[in-house]
């Protein structure tokens, strides 16, 4: 070949590639530009439909969609037969189980035996409050009813408007697609903390999107007058944040209304239910104290092809080591996970002695109950029991807990020890005092014992929720579906299981 041939063939080798790389550039920046744009989902109002955001959003939406992925059912009261004895009276004691994938958090709060089998909108044991962290249809609701008017009656009263899992509206905004706070109660709950709101940095949104539902919170009845001119009570979602963020503090928060969920039912203890204080108990830990928000773990970034995109499918750490946790921690996937087998089971085992000593003392003071002791002498076993159970709930309500703030875990777990001890201390001399020596608690080594003690009538509960999911279930899903908030193809193949057999 000639050397000029030679020098053509070459430069054109050359074109050829520059205008491929120049054409690749340029699709790029377009594809960059669409990306950058934050297209419209919808032009007012609140898109609650998740399948509505998968053409502005795909990366997104379909990282979201592997949440279905995550959907074995573990039976926590099997596990800890403990659980049912300390929730004694309330309904956990029924029916708990470790969480799921956003994908069927609807479908669990509709299943679990705690929201009962209502035949109608005004029956059932829960308020409509109970929807509060299941739904992109709840700010929907709160957008058009009005915030009171949504936390007003019975959990079953908007069982043909809450029918969307968690997802995109929960913490983006429908015009924009911007993080934003799309639940009012957690506004209130960091102004009452001190936060100036138009301070809060992106990397606090990041975490903020979250902790509207993995917070500490209880039902404030809130007093209104409705539209119509009516007096009604609302249970309002509420944030116990004012004096802190602590467990401490918000004990004292609690003790100073006098507030308690529920009595308990064999050592009549007025106790509170923690519910998940992730947010809270992630602050004490070394991850928030470095700077890293909750969607740096649990919704790592990616990358497809010049895309960066953060990764919807929300789920432990730990089934994704290398982008979650390996890109700080400077060990093998291996070793990496190991270390952290260790040091959970650690934790589990003094989860369990607490929740040994402090059932044995609920059944410990039932007794003295029954042989006759006084308001007086109990009072200080019940403020104990209370005390202790509310640090041992606090410390494990949130499942992540451990990872998020390890010392502060096994810190909570040994003042509830403590106090559960103190109590079974006195409960020795109360009962001696009352004649029974060498008292020992009966048997709650299995579920079935442990429920029975605690008078849960499982089979009937079981009975009442299948024949809910027949008769009114089915109603529900109709009227959404005619009414355009539900498309049914997002359950297609969806897997309805429960701790219990259907």
């Known amino acids: 070949m000639k050397k000029s041939s030679f020098i053509l063939v070459i430069s054109l080798l050359a074109i050829a590639v520059m205008t491929y790389m120049l054409l690749s550039i340029s699709t790029k920046k377009q594809e960059q530009v669409v990306l950058n744009a934050n297209p419209v989902v919808k032009a007012e109002g609140i898109e609650s439909k998740n399948e509505e955001w998968r053409d502005a959003y795909p990366r997104q939406y379909d990282s979201w969609k592997k949440t279905a992925q995550s959907d074995k059912i573990e039976d926590l009261v099997k596990k800890y037969p403990q659980l049912a004895i300390l929730w004694a009276g309330y309904g956990f004691s029924k029916d708990y189980n470790a969480p799921r994938g956003h994908f069927y958090a609807l479908q669990d709060n509709i299943n679990t035996l705690r929201t009962g089998a209502p035949t109608g909108p005004d029956d059932g044991p829960m308020p409509t409050a109970c929807w509060t962290c299941k739904s992109t249809d709840v700010p929907r609701v709160i ?99 004012e004096k802190g963020f602590t467990a401490e503090a918000m004990e004292e928060y609690y003790n100073s209304y006098g507030f308690s969920d529920w009595t308990h039912a064999l050592s009549r203890t007025p106790l509170i239910k923690a519910q998940h204080p992730g947010y809270e108990i992630f602050r004490t830990g070394i991850h928030f104290k470095r700077g890293l928000s909750c969607a740096d773990c649990h919704m790592p970034y990616k990358q497809e092809g010049s895309v960066k995109f953060s990764d919807h499918n929300l789920q432990s750490p730990l089934n994704d080591v290398a982008n979650s946790c390996l890109t700080c921690h400077r060990q093998s996937e291996a070793e990496f996970k190991a270390i952290v087998e260790e040091k959970l089971e650690r934790k589990n085992q003094l989860n369990v002695i607490a929740m040994t000593n402090l059932g044995k003392a609920h059944l410990e003071a039932k007794k003295a109950w029954d042989e006759g002791a006084t308001e007086a002498e109990m009072a200080p076993v019940l403020a104990l029991l209370r005390s202790s159970q509310w640090f041992w709930d606090y410390s494990i309500a949130s499942h992540g807990s451990f990872f998020h703030a390890p010392e502060e875990t096994l810190r909570l777990l040994a003042v509830a020890n403590d106090k559960a001890q103190q109590a079974r201390n006195l409960l020795v001399g109360i009962l001696a005092q009352h004649g029974v020596l060498n008292y020992e608690a009966p048997d709650f080594s299995t579920k079935e014992k442990a429920q029975e003690l605690a008078n849960v009538n499982l089979p009937k509960l079981v009975e009442e929720k299948l024949r809910f999911k027949r008769e009114l279930l089915p109603q529900w899903d109709e009227e959404a579906v005619k009414a355009g908030r539900l498309n049914k193809e997002w359950k297609e193949g969806m897997s309805d299981t429960a701790s219990y057999p259907q």
Request: charged letters at 20%; proline letters at 4%.
């Open 143 to 241: 957008a058009e009813e009005g915030e009171n008017e949504y936390f007003t009656g019975k959990w079953a009263r908007l069982g043909n408007q809450i029918v969307n899992p968690i997802g995109c509206a929960d913490c983006h905004n429908t015009q924009t697609g911007e993080l934003q706070l799309s639940r009012p109660y957690l506004t209130r709950a960091l102004e009452s903390a001190g936060w100036v709101m138009k301070d809060v940095s992106y990397q606090d949104m990041r975490s903020l999107a979250c902790a509207q539902c993995h917070s500490e919170y209880y039902f404030k009845k809130t007093p209104y007058t409705d539209k119509e001119g009516n007096k009604q009570v609302a249970n309002v979602v509420t944030f116990p944040w």
